[in-house]
């Protein structure tokens, strides 16, 4: 692979049979309080924090821009091969990519 291939495949990503970008998980939520729709990138690389007992712990605090800043708390669980396999949210509650684009539609 030459060096422009690397930086492309670094920076265009792959993406897998699930539409999920290679070595990217996507979050939804909802807030409780506002019912505003959130989405961010989780970065299976770079942002998970190795458990003792084996696997991956991701914590991510989501704030919306538009209504009324309530922190939603979300904490993620992944096995050794960063698949996930436990997801907990305060605060929110986690919704679909399909849930997210319709609330998108609306605004």
Do not use: P
Not at 24 to 41: A, F, L, M, P
């Amino acid at each position: 692979m030459s060096f422009f291939d690397s930086i492309k495949a670094l920076f265009g990503g792959s993406s897998s049979s699930s539409g999920q970008a290679a070595g990217v998980y996507w979050i939804y939520v909802r807030c409780r309080r506002c019912g505003e729709v959130i989405k961010t990138r989780l970065d299976l690389q770079n942002n998970l924090s190795q458990n003792d007992e084996g696997g991956y712990t991701a914590h991510k605090t989501l704030v919306g821009n538009h209504l009324c800043f309530q922190r939603v708390e979300v904490i993620l669980n992944f096995d050794e091969n960063r698949r996930l396999v436990n997801r907990d949210i305060s605060g929110g509650d986690f919704i679909t990519a399909e849930e997210y684009e319709a609330a998108q539609d609306h605004t």
